[in-house]
């Protein structure tokens, strides 16, 4: 598959998507809301098939952003899909561990930092805190300073 | 009726004499055989994601080459071209050509660290001091260059900080032909040991699907016969230029692993030999003087696989999210994968097989009672003075001053 092709496959989740950016030819960001990324997910690892790479959960402005980052190896494209979490009292988004084992630890890392919830991940325990660690407290917020 | 039975569980860790890193395995056994293992990490948590919005876009490269001692040359490599990539900077051609020599040098003192560490841990020491012994060249050609030993801190955002002086490459040149007889050496000594097949081959077997479903990188993966290498896969650097091959083994089990690494570097000592025949002329950095707001990946693939870097930038001078990712992330939870079905006695080597690096380089004093007798200047200026005089010998310029910077 080239990029031509892995491009064409994309469009095929289109409809679950707000937005396709291109900025380079081996950078794609797709851009969807919290409800949608599951199935956005489960599309680019099962279907496309893309390898994942990793997560990253940013505290923005007015929502937390979940970015699953993926490559396509024979082409060295970086694929990146943005969910915004609108609901900053209770961020939550639905897991991608059960289909995808290597989120597992990531996952749990983003529920320590940022304090996201990811709902029906199978061992949803600390990873980075220590167990005294007060709860409620989150590092990676922007409130919490250095 | 049937009652239930919690089955024995053995701790290794969080601190044993195996790694020099904090750990911590929970396996449960059933006899000898381990039916389930639980890893616990970040008992050396430091914050550097959260530390590194707090720096300035030029001082982040020296942090993250602080996350790993020994991949000191990968994490400030794909930073600064994650922040090149938001900048849409192109760097001179001789940085290029730089870049990759360190990073090859970085790979041939991994490789062999692993190679003695992996004969340590199955108790065949002569392999470990072999191997150890003919890593040390390389550590002092890496402090010839860059002024250390480790955590080189040699790259910026628009080139490198120092550059290789034309003196020294015969000298490099000579140590890579030692390099590469005695790695050649080694390697056949391991590979035709009959005592080291009976040991490794099929022992901790990670299977190609497993090596995709947990996204493996580096030689795990390469290992497992997934013959990914960001290297080719995205060339940056110089390696499109060069010739090279990504090795690659099918069988998955800690052998394959040993093979890939071993091959590797010789594949090392070829790349750096042609980059310094190419080696352009011209300046090693151009000076980048803002930021853009945007967003950019960096890519570098360092001894244990693939490091991946996320920048966000506002417009600021300091990055406002900055995700690092390194390999062994990925690599360690393909434990789940490939420990259980084994015996305990073969779980150390399977551990030790996808080279964990928990991430840790610590401050250093030498305390004699209670009276400290190096603090941090003291070995600063000593390993400033060694550096001096090593460059000296080989009549090589003095390193720059951090306030010619």
Same mark, same amino acid.
């Given at each position: 598959m080239n990029q031509q092709q892995l491009n064409n496959k994309l469009? *095929? !989740?289109? @409809? *679950? +998507? #707000?937005a396709i950016e291109r900025p380079a030819d081996n950078r794609i960001y797709l851009s969807c809301e919290a409800e949608n990324s599951y199935a956005v997910n489960k599309f680019l690892f099962e279907d496309v098939p893309l390898r994942f790479v990793i997560s990253t959960g940013i505290d923005s402005d007015d929502c937390f952003e979940i970015l699953y980052h993926y490559a396509y190896d024979p082409t060295g494209c970086v694929v990146t899909v943005k969910a915004f979490i609108r609901d900053r009292e209770n961020p939550a988004i639905e897991s991608i561990t059960p289909f995808l084992p290597a989120a597992e630890w990531i996952e749990r890392e983003m529920h320590d930092l940022l304090g996201i919830d990811f709902k029906n991940h199978p061992n949803l325990k600390? #990873? !980075? +805190? @220590? /167990? /005294?660690w007060p709860e409620g407290v989150y590092p990676l917020r922007k409130e919490i300073k250095k | 009726m049937k009652k239930s039975v919690r089955k024995p569980v053995l701790a290794v860790g969080p601190f044993h004499p195996l790694q020099e890193e904090m750990e911590f395995f929970q396996l449960t056994v059933d006899g000898e055989i381990v039916t389930d293992i639980d890893v616990r990490i970040s008992y050396n948590h430091r914050g550097i994601e959260k530390i590194s919005e707090s720096l300035q876009f030029d001082q982040v490269p020296f942090l993250v080459s602080r996350i790993c001692g020994i991949c000191s040359a990968s994490h400030p490599l794909a930073y600064v071209q994650a922040v090149e990539e938001i900048a849409g900077v192109t760097i001179p051609d001789r940085a290029r050509y730089v870049r990759t020599i360190i990073a090859e040098f970085e790979r041939i003192h991994s490789h062999l660290l692993w190679a003695g560490l992996a004969g340590h841990f199955i108790g065949y020491d002569t392999v470990f001091m072999w191997a150890w012994k003919y890593r040390e060249p390389v550590l002092d050609l890496l402090e010839e260059i860059t002024g250390n030993r480790n955590n080189y801190g040699n790259v910026r955002v628009g080139g490198c900080r120092e550059d290789i002086p034309d003196e020294l490459i015969p000298k490099i040149l000579v140590e890579l032909d030692q390099i590469e007889k005695k790695t050649e050496m080694l390697t056949k000594a391991v590979l035709d040991d009959p005592v080291l097949h009976a040991r490794l081959k099929g022992v901790g077997t990670l299977k190609r699907q497993d090596a995709i479903s947990y996204a493996v990188t580096g030689p795990t993966a390469r290992g497992s016969?997934?013959?990914?290498d960001v290297r080719a896969d995205e060339p940056y650097a110089a390696y499109a230029d060069l010739d090279w091959n990504v090795i690659s083994q099918p069988e998955g089990d800690v052998f394959a692993k040993a093979v890939v690494r071993l091959l590797e570097v010789l594949e090392a000592v070829k790349i750096i030999r042609q980059a310094l025949k190419k080696l352009p002329d011209g300046p090693v950095v151009i000076e980048v003087k803002e930021i853009p707001p945007g967003e950019g990946v960096g890519r570098a693939e360092a001894p244990r696989g693939e490091t991946f870097h996320y920048v966000r930038s506002d417009g600021g001078n300091r990055p406002v999210r900055h995700k690092a990712r390194a390999p062994s992330y990925v690599n360690v939870p393909s434990f789940k994968a490939s420990c259980i079905g084994q015996h305990i006695a073969d779980v150390t080597i399977t551990l030790a097989a996808v080279d964990p690096c928990y991430s840790c380089t610590e401050r250093l004093a030498v305390v004699d009672g209670n009276k400290v007798v190096f603090d941090y200047d003291a070995l600063l200026k000593l390993s400033r003075r060694k550096t001096a005089e090593l460059r000296k010998d080989a009549g090589v310029p003095e390193l720059l001053k951090m306030e010619d910077l």
């Amino acid at each position: 598959m080239n990029q031509q092709q892995l491009n064409n496959k994309l469009e *095929k !989740i289109k @409809a *679950k +998507l #707000l937005a396709i950016e291109r900025p380079a030819d081996n950078r794609i960001y797709l851009s969807c809301e919290a409800e949608n990324s599951y199935a956005v997910n489960k599309f680019l690892f099962e279907d496309v098939p893309l390898r994942f790479v990793i997560s990253t959960g940013i505290d923005s402005d007015d929502c937390f952003e979940i970015l699953y980052h993926y490559a396509y190896d024979p082409t060295g494209c970086v694929v990146t899909v943005k969910a915004f979490i609108r609901d900053r009292e209770n961020p939550a988004i639905e897991s991608i561990t059960p289909f995808l084992p290597a989120a597992e630890w990531i996952e749990r890392e983003m529920h320590d930092l940022l304090g996201i919830d990811f709902k029906n991940h199978p061992n949803l325990k600390r #990873l !980075i +805190l @220590a /167990d /005294d660690w007060p709860e409620g407290v989150y590092p990676l917020r922007k409130e919490i300073k250095k | 009726m049937k009652k239930s039975v919690r089955k024995p569980v053995l701790a290794v860790g969080p601190f044993h004499p195996l790694q020099e890193e904090m750990e911590f395995f929970q396996l449960t056994v059933d006899g000898e055989i381990v039916t389930d293992i639980d890893v616990r990490i970040s008992y050396n948590h430091r914050g550097i994601e959260k530390i590194s919005e707090s720096l300035q876009f030029d001082q982040v490269p020296f942090l993250v080459s602080r996350i790993c001692g020994i991949c000191s040359a990968s994490h400030p490599l794909a930073y600064v071209q994650a922040v090149e990539e938001i900048a849409g900077v192109t760097i001179p051609d001789r940085a290029r050509y730089v870049r990759t020599i360190i990073a090859e040098f970085e790979r041939i003192h991994s490789h062999l660290l692993w190679a003695g560490l992996a004969g340590h841990f199955i108790g065949y020491d002569t392999v470990f001091m072999w191997a150890w012994k003919y890593r040390e060249p390389v550590l002092d050609l890496l402090e010839e260059i860059t002024g250390n030993r480790n955590n080189y801190g040699n790259v910026r955002v628009g080139g490198c900080r120092e550059d290789i002086p034309d003196e020294l490459i015969p000298k490099i040149l000579v140590e890579l032909d030692q390099i590469e007889k005695k790695t050649e050496m080694l390697t056949k000594a391991v590979l035709d040991d009959p005592v080291l097949h009976a040991r490794l081959k099929g022992v901790g077997t990670l299977k190609r699907q497993d090596a995709i479903s947990y996204a493996v990188t580096g030689p795990t993966a390469r290992g497992s016969g997934v013959a990914i290498d960001v290297r080719a896969d995205e060339p940056y650097a110089a390696y499109a230029d060069l010739d090279w091959n990504v090795i690659s083994q099918p069988e998955g089990d800690v052998f394959a692993k040993a093979v890939v690494r071993l091959l590797e570097v010789l594949e090392a000592v070829k790349i750096i030999r042609q980059a310094l025949k190419k080696l352009p002329d011209g300046p090693v950095v151009i000076e980048v003087k803002e930021i853009p707001p945007g967003e950019g990946v960096g890519r570098a693939e360092a001894p244990r696989g693939e490091t991946f870097h996320y920048v966000r930038s506002d417009g600021g001078n300091r990055p406002v999210r900055h995700k690092a990712r390194a390999p062994s992330y990925v690599n360690v939870p393909s434990f789940k994968a490939s420990c259980i079905g084994q015996h305990i006695a073969d779980v150390t080597i399977t551990l030790a097989a996808v080279d964990p690096c928990y991430s840790c380089t610590e401050r250093l004093a030498v305390v004699d009672g209670n009276k400290v007798v190096f603090d941090y200047d003291a070995l600063l200026k000593l390993s400033r003075r060694k550096t001096a005089e090593l460059r000296k010998d080989a009549g090589v310029p003095e390193l720059l001053k951090m306030e010619d910077l």
